[in-house]
């Protein structure tokens, strides 16, 4: 999310938004002419400004696929779903058949809950390490300080404080559209999923959080 890409998809302007890439046939083609900022510059930790890029993302499932060698949507299925006990799934495809890395990946609640597992337990199913334990800690790492407005971001994480009346938590969760979120809250041994329907809809995410902060948190953590 920091990189040279004019990619922003909070601009209806910038050349990478999202719903560009969604009517092209081939989304890669898209991803790799997306221009490079012409004022883009790194700051002290050596990364650029943050700006939130749909494509981006997909065009790094595009990298790991060429990587291993095979389609990113199977490499996936062999080395994560299969070791999580994930069955059943659906990626949102462009119109060529390109899998999207970058959101709309449809799997149960229960299996969601395993993928916040997976990541309270440092890369661990059970016994199995599925991913290594510093690529998880690199994960869950602050390294953008308020990217949006009380929320952090590591690699492909957020992070924020969640804050009930009688106790706050760190919680790293991954977001989607219509505010569902998938929370991790260390400190608390515990996993938190929620799917919602409210797609394309103002407020969606501080409703979910809403909900965390005023129902979930207190009955997980000042339960008397």
């Known amino acids: 999310m920091s990189s040279a890409l004019d990619c922003n998809d909070d601009d209806e302007k910038s050349p990478g938004n999202e719903e560009s890439m969604y009517p092209r046939q081939v989304w890669a083609r898209f991803a790799v002419d997306i221009p490079v900022r012409a004022d883009y510059q790194r700051d002290a930790s050596g990364r650029g400004p943050f700006h939130y890029c749909t494509a981006g993302v997909f065009l790094l499932g595009q990298i790991v696929q060429r990587a291993a060698k095979q389609p990113i949507d199977q490499f996936m299925a062999t080395y994560l779903f299969a070791p999580l006990g994930i069955t059943t799934w659906e990626f949102a495809r462009s119109p060529t058949g390109e899998v999207m890395t970058g959101g709309g990946l449809l799997l149960s609640s229960r299996d969601l ?3 916040a597992r997976l990541v309270r337990d440092g890369g661990k199913a059970g016994s199995t390490r599925v ?11 602050v390294h953008r300080s ?18 009930a009346s009688c106790a706050s938590a760190d919680g790293w969760f991954m977001g989607g559209n219509g505010g569902n979120a998938i929370v991790v809250l260390p400190a608390l041994d515990a996993v938190v999923v929620i799917t919602r329907t409210n797609y394309n809809t103002r407020g969606m995410h501080q409703q979910t959080t809403k909900l965390i902060e005023e129902q979930i948190l207190p009955a997980l953590a000042c339960a008397k």
């Not at 308020?146 to 804050?163: E, I, S, T």
């Open 113 to 115: 809950a395993a993928l």
């Open 131 to 141: 991913l290594p334990a510093a690529f998880v800690r690199a994960a869950t790492t």
């Open 146 to 163: 308020n990217a949006f407005p009380g929320q952090d971001y590591g690699y492909l994480f957020w992070h924020r404080v969640y804050r």
